[in-house]
């Protein structure tokens, strides 16, 4: 019989965001206001995200798409980008999350898509800290993520390139 591998992750759902810590509700307001800039002209559909580094500095992103599709970004690693190429040096926090269609209200937590959390779980990986993960819609409920890498079992990381 082949050994058995379980995966476990453990999610928090807070049932609105005044239920979390004043940096996180104030990080999260910053991924609600970048969400509302999305240039998202095709898909109608605004993402908005904001990461806190360890000097409590805020990096916004938001998704920016392309008339030729591919050639735009999900807002998380438009924030991971900026992140990473302003403040190489500093480690991060957290990263908030608020994402839906425009102009419409969304209660449903909206998590990261699959290439943003291997995104993310680079800089996670180079930093030795977990970083966590708050994700919700643009109201109602906010999930909370201990880490990128709770998000993305059996990432691929760079002790493979070795
Ligand atoms: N999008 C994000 O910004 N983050 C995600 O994690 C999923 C999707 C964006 C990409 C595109 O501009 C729009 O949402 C619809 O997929």
Redesign the pocket.
């Known amino acids: 019989m082949a050994k058995k591998i379980i995966l476990e992750t453990q999610l928090e759902v807070f049932e609105t965001l005044s239920a979390l810590p004043e940096a996180i509700q104030n990080l999260m307001n910053k991924a609600q206001q970048a969400r509302k800039n999305?240039y998202?002209p095709?898909?109608h559909?605004?993402?908005g995200?904001a990461i806190i580094l360890e000097n409590n500095k805020i990096v916004t992103g938001?998704?920016?798409?392309n008339a030729a599709f591919p050639s735009?970004?999900?807002?998380?690693?438009?924030a991971a980008f900026a992140a990473g190429a302003q403040f190489p040096n500093l480690s991060w926090k957290a990263i908030a999350?608020s994402?839906g269609a425009i102009n419409k209200d969304n209660t449903q937590p909206?998590?990261?898509?699959g290439?943003?959390r291997q995104s993310l779980a680079e800089y996670e990986v180079k930093q030795h800290v977990p970083i966590e993960v708050y994700f919700m819609g643009t109201s109602g409920n906010v999930v909370k993520a201990p880490s990128v890498q709770s998000l993305l079992p059996l990432l691929f990381d760079q002790s493979y390139l070795q």
Not at 72 to 78: D, H, I, S, T, Y
Not at 110 to 113: K, T
Request: proline share 7%; with cysteine.
């Open positions: 999305a998202a095709y898909s559909f605004g993402v995200a938001n998704n920016q798409e735009g970004l999900c807002a998380e690693r438009v999350i994402a909206i998590p990261p898509c290439a943003c």
